[in-house]
């Protein structure tokens, strides 16, 4: 079974201020990771995703993840916070050993970002 | 390119009517999924399908049932609405090259 962990219902960062929003993993087999953002009354957008390779991960807006293997974590990190990025995030999991033909993801509860002029 | 469409935007139904929610993708995509979105518990899949003519069951599957007779569309049908099923209902879509998965912009569901 895979299982997603986001600790925090909400971060609140000062604008201009670096914000990282966690996420920890739980798979059989290696993890495909993804993240994803959601604005008001929106359908979800794709960031960003780990599925093999360099550890450090960049995606769309100037956000970037970090794959920790040995602490099972992907969390989500952005150098200098917008107002414009306070938004509902998710991170999600697939177990690449969850079988051929299985493409499903599980999501994390979700993580709300502030960004606070 | 459209991506994934989805209808109605939102319906309030009454308990006990029968409702069918669409979703239509033009990506060819060969993986469709359902989701329901709650307030403190995230996204929970309903219904997925890896393939046209297959389809599986997700995490909260009781009082929904689907079909996909083709590769663009998955509708997804409440037999017999229930409040409890008032939700923001998601379609996604998913190609085994690209992994992730694109997401609709909803239907809000209210049952009365």
């Known amino acids: 079974a895979q299982s997603v962990a986001q600790p925090e219902d909400q971060v609140n960062v000062a604008e201009g201020n670096p914000l990282t929003v966690k996420c920890t993993y739980s798979?059989?087999?290696?993890?495909?990771l993804f993240w994803y953002v959601q604005y008001p009354n929106r359908g979800l957008q794709f960031l960003l995703k780990y599925i093999t390779g360099d550890n450090l991960v960049k995606g769309s807006y100037g956000f970037e993840a970090e794959f920790n293997k040995s602490q099972t974590s992907f969390h989500l990190k952005k150098p200098s916070a917008l107002v414009s990025d306070s938004a509902l995030y998710f991170c999600a999991v697939r177990d690449v050993g969850s079988g051929a033909g299985s493409y499903q993801l599980t999501f994390g509860k979700g993580t709300k970002l502030s960004v606070i002029p | 390119i459209a991506g994934i469409t989805q209808a109605p935007t939102s319906q309030i139904l009454a308990a006990g009517r029968r409702m069918t929610l669409r979703c239509t993708q033009d990506m060819r995509h060969n993986a469709m999924y359902w989701y329901r979105q709650d307030l403190g518990l995230g996204l929970r899949l309903i219904h997925y399908?890896?393939?046209?003519?297959?389809?599986g069951k997700g995490e909260v599957p009781d009082g929904y049932s689907v079909s996909r007779a083709n590769t663009d569309d998955f509708p997804l049908t409440l037999a017999s609405a229930v409040p409890s099923q008032t939700s923001v209902y998601f379609c996604?879509?998913?190609?085994?090259?690209?992994?992730?998965?694109?997401f609709g912009p909803g239907t809000r569901l209210t049952v009365l």
């Open positions: 798979v059989s087999g290696n993890p495909y």
């Open positions: 996604a879509s998913s190609d085994s090259r690209v992994h992730e998965q694109f």
């Open positions: 399908s890896n393939t046209a003519g297959t389809t």
